[in-house]
């Protein structure tokens, strides 16, 4: 069965400072990884995926993460935070296959200090 | 915007009720899938159809019942409404690719 923990539900970093949400996952087999994005009110947004290709993955708005299979995570990363970044983050896990269900981690706000 | 539609946006009744969920998916894409979004179980899927049939089912109620149409769009019917099953209701679609795009979502709230 398939897993996502998300470490920490509320990070806060200053802006122009890195940014580091860590991700966890338990997978069967080879696993599709997924970052999303929520910002207030709205639904969900693509940041990344890995889908067994390049471990280093880079998305949208300057985000990246890298797939690290001996430690099974998959953080995100992002080397100066905006504001603009204040959202929620959702780790995903799928076990590929496009239609296959995603299973989501419980989520981490991010909070941008001035 | 991610090509996925929803509506309503705002849904609200009263418990012992039943509404429909509306969401079409991006042009061309054949499959859709559920998910309800609350405070305590965070994000779950709940149903998955591609092509108009039926390919996986998760945490969904007996009361909740899912259906895809000849052409592509997809209705959730949530039936004998609970309070807990206050929520944010999105659907997500995919095609060829592995990403499923989401749409905006509907709120409901149940009195």
């Known amino acids: 069965a398939q897993s996502v923990t998300q470490l920490g539900s509320h990070v806060s970093v200053s802006e122009g400072a890195l940014v580091l949400l860590r991700c966890n996952y338990s997978s069967s087999v080879p696993p599709y990884l997924f970052w999303y994005v929520q910002y207030p009110n709205q639904g969900l947004q693509l940041l990344l995926k890995?889908?067994?290709?390049?471990?280093l993955v880079k998305g949208i708005n300057g985000f990246e993460a890298e797939f690290k299979k001996s430690e099974t995570s998959f953080h995100l990363t992002k080397p100066s935070a905006h504001m603009s970044d204040a959202a929620e983050y959702f780790c995903a896990v799928s076990e590929g296959g496009r239609d296959d269900k995603i299973i989501f981690g419980k989520g981490t706000r991010l909070h941008i200090l001035p | 915007d991610s090509g996925v539609t929803q509506t309503p946006k705002h849904l609200i009744t009263a418990t012992g009720q039943r509404v429909t969920l509306r969401c079409s998916p991006r042009s061309g894409d054949l499959s859709v899938y559920w998910y309800q979004q609350s405070l305590d179980q965070g994000l779950q899927f709940l149903i998955h159809?591609?092509?108009?049939?039926?390919?996986a089912k998760g945490n969904i109620l007996e009361r909740f019942s899912a259906q895809q149409f000849p052409d592509l769009h997809s209705e959730l019917n949530l039936s004998s409404l609970e309070l807990g099953d206050s929520a944010l209701y999105f659907c997500a679609s995919s095609g060829t690719t592995d990403t499923q795009y989401f749409g905006p979502g509907t709120r409901l709230t149940v009195l």
């Open positions: 890995y889908t067994s290709a390049a471990t």
């Open positions: 159809y591609y092509n108009g049939e039926e390919r």
